[in-house]
């Protein structure tokens, strides 16, 4: 069935470096690509999104490549900062109804 | 109070109760999700509401029953539940024609 795999589950960078989050779908009639990020005792919070009609996005230190061929997008952060700390999933849509999130990944951000 | 609204915020109820979560929308979005958020799995859909009518229900047990009595509103009843139904329950909202989903803050349950 439909499902997206959402890499690694956990992640540790140092302040200031860079943050990857690498997310793989099967769905081909997915057109909608959103990040939501959720603190600890928060609710999730959209982020970042990106149609399938585009490739790349960003917003500030966020963005977000496509590869519909490939079937994967992805979450960069640059700069990290201790703020980024949190739970990041991204999902896979294609209607209101249908939507599928990853795993989770855990970003920590070390001083 | 604005966004979207979840009562109560932390349930513990035994296997033989019902009871029910409430949530209420408040920016005049017309779908409305249920979401179950568990170490296992950690966001998955449970039913959708599209203009008041369930549109998806994923394959969710019969001891949970939702009901949409209008745009704003959204109850998960619950109902002979087991132990592995403990879980944070969030609700969500989106406008018809925008994807993005507006969570609300979710109720802890604990079934003992």
């Known amino acids: 069935g439909e499902n997206v795999e959402q890499h690694p589950s956990t992640l540790s960078v140092q302040e200031g470096d860079s943050a990857v989050i690498k997310c793989t779908y099967s769905d081909s009639a997915s057109n909608y690509f959103p990040w939501y990020k959720q603190e600890l005792g928060k609710r999730p919070q959209l982020i970042i999104d990106?149609?399938?009609?585009?490739g790349e996005k960003k917003d500030q230190r966020i963005a977000v490549t496509l590869n519909k061929t490939a079937k994967h997008f992805s979450l960069h952060i640059t700069e990290t900062q201790p703020e980024d700390s949190a739970v990041y999933f991204c999902a896979i849509q294609r209607a209101a109804s249908k939507i599928i999130f990853g795993s989770g990944t855990r970003l920590s951000i070390r001083p | 109070e604005t966004g979207v609204t979840q009562t109560p915020r932390h349930l513990v109820m035994g296997m033989t109760n019902k009871k029910s979560l409430k949530c209420e929308q408040h920016?005049?979005?017309?779908?409305m999700y249920w979401y179950k958020q568990s170490a296992k799995k950690p966001l998955e859909l449970m039913f959708v509401?599209?203009?008041?009518?369930?549109?998806e229900n994923n394959s969710v047990p019969s001891r949970f029953s939702p009901e949409c009595p209008n745009s704003s509103h959204l109850f998960l009843h619950l109902h002979t539940l087991q132990p592995e139904d403990s879980a944070l329950y969030l609700c969500a909202s989106s406008q018809d024609g925008d994807y993005e989903q507006y969570f609300g803050p979710g109720t802890r349950l604990t079934v003992t």
């Open positions: 509401y599209s203009l008041e009518e369930r549109v």
């Open positions: 990106i149609r399938s009609n585009v």
């Open positions: 920016l005049g979005h017309n779908a």
